[in-house]
């Protein structure tokens, strides 16, 4: 099987970022940092692609992922595909808290967290690896679309270290030993039974010249 090539970002800074609070599925503007961070994907895009478009542009349904996916789609003549299962996780009742209020307010639900992070289910949310089922389902079936082909995608920091974590044959006990900056680009090779990964967690264009083909 030919592989499909993934160019997956990390969606641009969010205005409430220095609060550091799991948003999860809530929609969040982005700052005007992260509006510029989203402006500048398609160009760092084109860096890779050498002047060739991307098959399709995907994003999750949550508007900072969208806004990114917006900008790549619209400089490659192409209409954003939106594939809600490519959204965040889901933290529940800890969504919108911040890591200091949930250690106070459930002290006990964050102690059982810390001793299960992969596993442990937020009360009214998912587990990370719930959450891993769907990501890796909508990503296999994207890859199986676009074999042989290139795509783009601008999606959550949570799901790019599940599609890194299964990459790299990690367990998601170590999900958090991949770093994911705001407008990071990843590039992953998918083929039928593993995956190479070409670039991780870059926010340089340089890469594009030194990224060993």
């Given at each position: 099987m030919t592989p499909a090539r993934l160019f997956f970002f990390r969606h641009g800074e969010v205005a409430n970022a220095h609060e550091k609070r799991y948003n999860g599925q809530t929609d969040v503007a982005l700052s005007p940092r992260g509006e510029e961070q989203s402006a500048a994907m398609p160009s760092r895009l084109k860096a890779f692609l050498d002047s060739k478009a991307p098959a399709a542009v995907y994003s999750s349904d949550l508007v900072r992922s969208r806004v990114g996916a917006g900008h790549v789609a619209a400089a490659f003549g192409l209409t954003p595909i939106v594939v809600p299962e490519l959204k965040?996780?889901?933290?529940?009742?800890?969504?919108?808290?911040?890591?200091?209020?949930?250690?106070?307010?459930?002290?006990?639900?964050?102690?059982?967290?810390?001793?299960?992070?992969?596993?442990?289910?937020?009360?009214?949310?998912?587990?990370?690896?719930?959450?891993?089922?769907?990501?890796?389902?909508?990503?296999?079936?994207?890859?199986?679309?676009?074999?042989?082909?290139?795509?783009?995608?601008?999606?959550?920091?949570?799901?790019?270290?599940?599609?890194?974590?299964?990459?790299?044959?990690?367990?998601?006990?170590?999900i958090f030993r991949l770093d994911q900056y705001y407008a990071c680009l990843n590039i992953v090779e998918m083929y039928e039974n593993t995956a190479v990964v070409r670039l991780m967690n870059s926010v340089d264009e340089g890469d594009a010249h030194r990224l060993i083909r």
């Open positions: 965040e996780r889901s933290f529940g009742h800890w969504e919108g808290l911040t890591w200091d209020e949930i250690q106070a307010r459930y002290p006990s639900e964050w102690a059982a967290y810390m001793a299960d992070v992969p596993g442990y289910t937020p009360p009214g949310g998912e587990s990370f690896r719930g959450m891993s089922e769907r990501i890796l389902g909508a990503v296999r079936q994207i890859a199986a679309r676009h074999a042989g082909e290139p795509v783009a995608m601008v999606i959550h920091g949570g799901v790019n270290r599940i599609i890194l974590c299964d990459a790299l044959g990690l367990d998601l006990a170590h």
